[in-house]
């Protein structure tokens, strides 16, 4: 199935970093993202991105905002598209072993377009959380990749969602 949208001509501004007594605030005209300061950012391959990696952690989180003009009509099967090919992206790296724990696409709470998530654990490998938005002008997206293990997977994950901010729409 092929999707057709807009791209946006609107260049985000590259995210901005603050240190705070142990914690670093990653500013970004789309989101704010507060982690300890054990998280350090790399460089991405362009300005939509922000790679994070926790060596005590032993996780990495990509931040990335896509910038589209999408019809409310069309939202939902860009969201499914999304996160299937997200899924995809690692049966790929891994055939035949991605175990998918969770998927849902649903309203975002506030009613400013959808919210996708999915779980998928590569047995003894890595496990896979993410969460995306869908609005009408942009898909932002957080995925985090983490060492086996489930319950401290969701243990990260839930630490640096408490910590995020989206700026939707």
């Not at 991605?98 to 654990?121: I, N, Q, T």
């Not at 995306?132 to 983490?146: D, S």
Request: charged content about 20%.
């Amino acid at each position: 199935m092929k999707l057709n949208y807009t791209f946006s001509v609107n260049p985000p501004h590259p995210p901005k970093e603050v240190r705070l007594a142990g914690v670093v605030q990653h500013t970004y005209n789309e989101f704010m993202l507060d982690l300890p300061d054990h998280w350090k950012s790399y460089p991405a391959p362009d300005s939509n991105t922000l790679n994070l990696h926790s060596e005590k952690e032993g996780a990495a989180i990509i931040l990335s905002v896509q910038f589209f003009e999408i019809p409310a009509e069309k939202a939902a099967e860009f969201a499914d598209v999304n996160v299937n090919s997200r899924i995809a992206a690692h049966e790929q790296q891994s055939p035949g072993r991605v175990e998918v724990l969770r998927r849902s696409v649903k309203p975002h709470s506030g009613g400013v377009g959808l919210e996708m998530s999915y779980a998928a654990e590569v047995s003894d490998e890595n496990v896979f959380l993410y969460v995306g938005y869908v609005t009408r002008r942009k898909v932002l997206n957080l995925l985090m990749v983490c060492n086996p293990g489930r319950e401290e997977a969701a243990r990260l994950f839930n630490n640096a969602m408490s910590g995020f901010r989206p700026k939707l729409p």
